[in-house]
């Protein structure tokens, strides 16, 4: 039996990371082995690239084939073999992340990006994507009280971060049994509530 992929994806901000370990408990208390893990990175060599994309500035494609790259070795050596394995894994982004950042924040033609999708993944889609969306002046707001030294990212300006969730929710839009939107401007037991229901259905 193979296991399930669910992503979790959002804006910088968003505050998706601390429900991470959160879903991955509830699922563990239902008797389903999980993995957690997150993009870029995942791996030795995945950690080391997440090093230079969160930090050294580089061309747009440069950027773009090195997650993928990131990508390619996750999956290799952590994703599938999980999901053979009839494990289930918790991401903390995928190829989402790439159409909304790179396409949708940089302005990356979509054909680059499916083609290097078709490429690193054409067989897996996570079985399910959450996405954190919350309005852009919230995200900002988090990210300004965060006391550590912002990535390259974060220190993007607002306009990025609204094609950012602009590209997210069409994504959300044309593929809604896939992706569900949780709406993330909420208290933590409100966006738990959410999640909940969310994983009934999927646990079913
Ligand atoms: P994180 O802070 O949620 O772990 O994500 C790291 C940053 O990397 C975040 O700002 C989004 C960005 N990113 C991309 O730009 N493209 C991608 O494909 C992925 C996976 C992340």
């Not at 699922?27 to 090093?51: D, I």
């Not at 949708?104 to 990006?113: D, V």
């Not at 300004?144 to 994504?171: C, G, I, K, P, W």
Request: glycine share 6%; net charge negative.
């Amino acid at each position: 039996m193979k296991g399930k992929f669910i992503t979790f994806e959002g804006i910088d901000g968003a505050g998706k990371s601390s429900h991470v370990d959160w879903l991955a408990e509830q699922l563990r208390a239902r008797g389903l082995t999980v993995q957690v893990t997150r993009e870029p990175g995942g791996t030795a060599l995945g950690e080391k690239l997440r090093e230079l994309l969160l930090n050294q500035t580089m061309h747009l494609e440069t950027e773009t084939l090195l997650m993928f790259a990131a990508r390619r070795e996750h999956l290799a050596q952590v994703v599938e073999p999980a999901l053979n394995r009839g494990e289930w894994v918790v991401c903390d982004r995928f190829s989402d992340a790439t159409y909304a950042y790179q396409g949708g924040g940089r302005g990356l033609e979509r054909s680059k990006l499916q083609m290097l999708e078709h490429w690193v993944h054409e067989h897996l889609q996570p079985n399910l994507t959450l996405l954190f969306d919350l309005p852009l002046e919230v995200a900002r707001e988090r990210i300004a009280v965060a006391s550590r030294t912002l990535d390259r990212f974060e220190q993007e300006r607002a306009d990025f971060h609204e094609r950012v969730r602009h590209a997210y929710l069409e994504r959300a839009h044309a593929q809604p049994e896939r992706i569900r939107v949780i709406d993330a401007n909420n208290t933590l037991d409100n966006i738990r509530e959410q999640l909940e229901e969310i994983i009934v259905t999927i646990c079913l």
